[in-house]
């Protein structure tokens, strides 16, 4: 009887211990597995899996508008995104590990993906496929061209098809809640004083929300690489656009250092003020990024800067959920700068192109030519409608002269999360068009849509559009249009790596402002606190950095 | 004359020497294979030129991590929340396992145990978010301190570097006692009832028969478990540390993991993070070496 049992253990402990070893074996094959269960009438369904180094939520396996699609184009993409780590964190582990996932975003990662080999040419494909070759124009194409003469990447985004129809502002600014501008009777902000008051006037005489929990005036982010909420506004205060990472002087054609300008050490101070006067969250130091999209998701946050992308989606869906909206909590930007009376240029207009990063195919797809035709497919007016309006009927209507539209109730269910999650597959980080459908008439996105925008508008942010005198967020920010040829900066100091003296100046740079600002806004002795800080920032030898953007500038001009 | 290594009692055992070869077969594999890849310290590792064809740097990147204030530093960090950690789960562990063991009550004992362990199998991300929470500005700390007045407004801990530490050392108590004690409680229940029972006689208290008896019977697993864990100070870890880690604490958050996370990984620098691994091996071999030597000079028990 023992010698059964045993037996029985012995066999029990194997089968386990190998089903392990299978699954891993399965995970490794990847792609085109599991077919078996996805087919339909029409065939075998290929499955190829997706990589982003970017938060995002993943989609359910069952969700209907990617089987439709799946259906028309054989192909089904399993997407995965970052979570907990940052972009360079995940990248250096998916090469340090050696398998990589069909397709791949890196981020700021893909120089080192292409150093690591892990990349498939792009050339024949872009030749084969005629809506991938539409996507950019030749000369754009050749900026992606890499040092041994072939293309590896595409970037997704910012690319506009016909006329233009942009109505978000999608980057930074000095964020603030319409409520406070109608309780002011909408003023005129263009400073950093004046919107600091402001703030401070309302949190004064509205120091909690209808339901009693406190509002709190302004946060800052600062958790991990999300620090540019404290860390570069200089550059934008000071009228410069987004270059990210320097100042461009147009006029020198220099690069310059915002973090040691006049306008930094002013704008700190200001913080510094407003910190010690208990306007600013005092926790804003140490709260992760996930507690901060909480605190703006329960309204309370009056104002903050951070980029759009950063918070909207989230949060906006909260508001509309929670009807807080309809209390006047949604953001609108000011381009605000130091001084009154100074030009902005926060939102810059127009096809920026990063060609620093992108899509790409890795050498471990199997079957890379179904990938590229599934690009190519995604691409195409039908599918990228089922992606962004989704089923004709269900999330959107066609009205007598073919213009999209969509109910209150369509946009209430397209805002839900569980429905996003079963319903919606955006294939948001593959190439995707702004501007106008091939249709001539209807917006490439939903959001673009000009009487969608409209409608979908809470009243609030209506009455204050009107009483500002603007029909679109971009009008609100007020910024000129003088970005020059070299921008943005940004694009290359993201592919800095320590391997040049400049790229290690760089890391060390950040993690002396990560350490230092915030001791510098909570400073007692502002002065004596700057003081220190600029002398550890001097050892991290900025002039490292600053030479090899140089030579990116003048090789961006020069181009 | 009489070797243990003849041909008859290699026949007798072999049933023995098949199980030890596929564990020497294993160790090999796994644990001294590998070290072979430590020539990627010495090179400008890419992995498009493998570990055969990257260019040779000889000891570049061991210049860069010695120079670096930042790593001395981190080292720093790494050294004083490692024997922090060690200092205090040590003593934590044996004076739970010796209170556990002082519980007559049966009834309370078993479960009070398996209670102590469940936090063992949490994970870290669990607990440091439960802490991260528990210690903010409107956690429960703060709440309980400003209402019995102890001090007049909230304190955010995780803003202060003095806190960091025994926060981080807490955490590691917190999880792990229980199950560190596990062994130091077997170890109890092993020593002869007939010396408490003659302890008694001779008219020893409770806390004598503790000093006397207890604690010299678990002296050698005390040490063994001691030389084995010294090695380990330089793996303070990492998780707690990244978790909880803010810029305002980072000169005393950062460990030497997080440094080859930022330095090595996300630069892809596969080569500046073998360098550091080498150098925490290095260090810890060093440690347990003259760890085993005092423990034999002072005590019996060694580690070999």
């Known amino acids: 009887m023992k010698k059964i049992i045993a037996l029985l253990t012995v066999v029990s402990l194997t089968a386990s211990m190998l089903m392990g070893c299978a699954k891993s074996a399965e995970n490794k094959g990847g792609s085109t597995d599991a077919t078996e269960t996805e087919t339909e009438a029409t065939g075998e369904i290929k ?132 409520r406070v501008l109608e309780w002011a009777k909408y003023p005129k902000i263009e400073s950093l004083d004046e919107y600091f008051d402001l703030l401070r006037d309302y949190a004064a005489a509205n120091p909690t929300m209808a339901d009693g929990t406190e509002n709190i005036p302004y946060t800052i982010l600062c958790d991990d690489w999300r620090y540019f909420c404290l860390e570069n506004p200089p550059l934008f205060l000071a009228g410069n656009p987004n270059d990210g990472s320097v100042i461009v002087n147009p006029e020198t054609l220099k690069v310059e250092d915002y973090n040691t300008t006049d306008v930094a050490k002013r704008y700190f101070e200001k913080l510094n003020i407003e910190y010690k006067a208990g306007l600013v969250d005092p926790t804003s130091f140490t709260q992760t990024y996930d507690e901060y999209i909480a605190k703006l998701s329960t309204g309370r946050v009056l104002g903050m800067v951070d980029q759009w992308w950063n918070f909207a989606y989230t949060v906006n869906d909260v508001f509309k959920q929670q009807g807080l909206d309809n209390q006047g909590c949604n953001y609108v930007p000011l381009g605000i700068t130091i001084d009154k009376g100074m030009e902005n240029q926060w939102y810059t207009p ?126 609100m920010i007020g910024s000129v249009d003088k970005a020059g040829v070299w921008y943005p900066m940004w694009s290359y100091s993201n592919t800095l790596t320590t391997d040049t ?59 | 004359m009489d070797s243990k290594y003849n041909i008859k009692e290699i026949k007798r055992q072999y049933v023995l020497l098949i199980w030890s070869a596929i564990f020497v077969v294993y160790g090999f594999v796994f644990y001294y294979l590998p070290l072979g890849g430590w020539i990627m310290a010495f090179q400008n590792y890419k992995p498009k030129t493998g570990l055969l064809h990257s260019k040779f740097i000889g000891l570049d990147k061991f210049k860069f991590l010695f120079e670096d204030d930042t790593f001395i530093r981190v080292v720093r960090n790494t050294l004083a929340m490692g024997v922090l950690n060690l200092v205090t789960s040590f003593v934590m562990a044996i004076v739970f396992a ?160 997080i440094y080859v996370l930022k330095w090595g990984v996300s630069q892809s620098d596969f080569s500046l993070g073998t360098a550091a691994g080498m150098f925490k091996s290095v260090v810890s071999i060093t440690l347990i070496v003259i760890a085993n030597v005092i423990a034999r000079r002072t005590s019996e028990e060694r580690l070999y």
């Open chain 1, 350 to 475: 127009g096809a920026q192109l990063n060609p620093s990063s992108g899509i790409a195919v890795t050498t471990s797809c199997e079957d890379p030519d179904a990938a590229f035709k599934f690009i190519n497919d995604v691409l195409s007016q039908e599918i990228h409608d089922l992606r962004f309006w989704g089923v004709e009927g269900v999330d959107y209507a066609v009205d007598e002269d073919g213009m999209y539209y969509r109910t209150e109730d369509m946009r209430m269910t397209v805002a839900d999360t569980s429905y996003k999650a079963s319903h919606l597959s955006t294939y948001s980080y593959f190439p995707l068009w702004y501007g106008t459908s091939r249709d001539g008439k209807n917006a490439m996105q939903p959001a673009e849509q000009p009487v969608e925008f409209l409608d979908s508008l809470n009243d609030n942010v209506v009455k204050c559009f009107e009483a500002y005198g603007v029909t679109t967020y971009p009008d």
């Open chain 2, 98 to 257: 010796i209170l556990l063991n002082e519980v007559r009550n049966k009834f309370f004992k078993k479960p009070i145990q398996t209670i102590s362990y469940l936090p063992h199998f949490l994970s870290m991300i669990i607990v440091t978010g439960i802490l991260h929470d528990a210690l903010s500005a409107n956690g429960i700390v703060n709440e309980i301190l400003v209402n019995l007045n102890f001090i007049a407004r909230p304190i955010d801990f995780f803003a202060h570097k003095e806190f960091f530490w025994p926060i981080v050392a807490f955490t590691n108590l917190w999880k792990e006692t229980g199950w560190n004690a596990i062994i130091y409680l077997a170890a109890i229940s092993a020593i002869d009832p007939t010396l408490y029972e003659a302890a008694s006689i001779d008219g020893a208290g409770r806390w004598q028969k503790i000093k006397h008896i207890t604690l010299p019977g678990i002296k050698a697993t005390i040490i063994i478990l001691l030389l084995m864990n010294v090695g380990n100070v330089l793996n303070a870890g990492f998780e707690i540390q990244y978790l909880l880690g803010n810029g305002l604490v980072k000169g005393v958050a950062d460990t030497i993991d």
């Open chain 1, 47 to 178: 499955e190829f899996t997706a990589f982003f180094a970017v938060p995002g939520s993943e989609i359910n396996d069952d969700n209907e508008i990617q089987q439709m699609i799946a259906e028309k184009t054989g192909v089904k993409v399993k997407e995965t995104w970052l979570a907990g780590q940052t972009a360079d964190e995940a990248v250096g582990t998916i090469i340090a590990g050696g398998e990589y996932p069909d397709f791949i975003n890196g981020g700021d990662g893909m120089q080192a993906l292409y150093d690591a080999g892990a990349l498939v040419a792009w050339d024949e494909y872009i030749e084969k496929y005629p809506n991938i070759k539409e996507f950019y124009s030749d000369a754009d194409w050749e900026e992606f061209r890499q040092e041994d003469g072939h293309i590896y990447w595409m970037n997704p985004f910012d690319q506009v098809y016909g006329e233009s129809k942009t109505t978000t502002h999608s980057g930074e600014a000095f964020w603030i809640q319409v």
């Open chain 1, 501 to 559: 003296p400049g790229g290690v100046a760089w890391t060390k740079m950040g993690e002396i402002k990560h350490e230092w600002l915030p001791q510098v806004v909570m400073a007692d002795d502002f002065d004596k606190k700057w003081s220190e800080y600029m002398d550890v920032y001097s050892t991290a030898k900025p002039e490292d950095f600053l030479a090899e953007m140089q030579t990116e500038l003048d090789r961006r001009i020069s181009k």
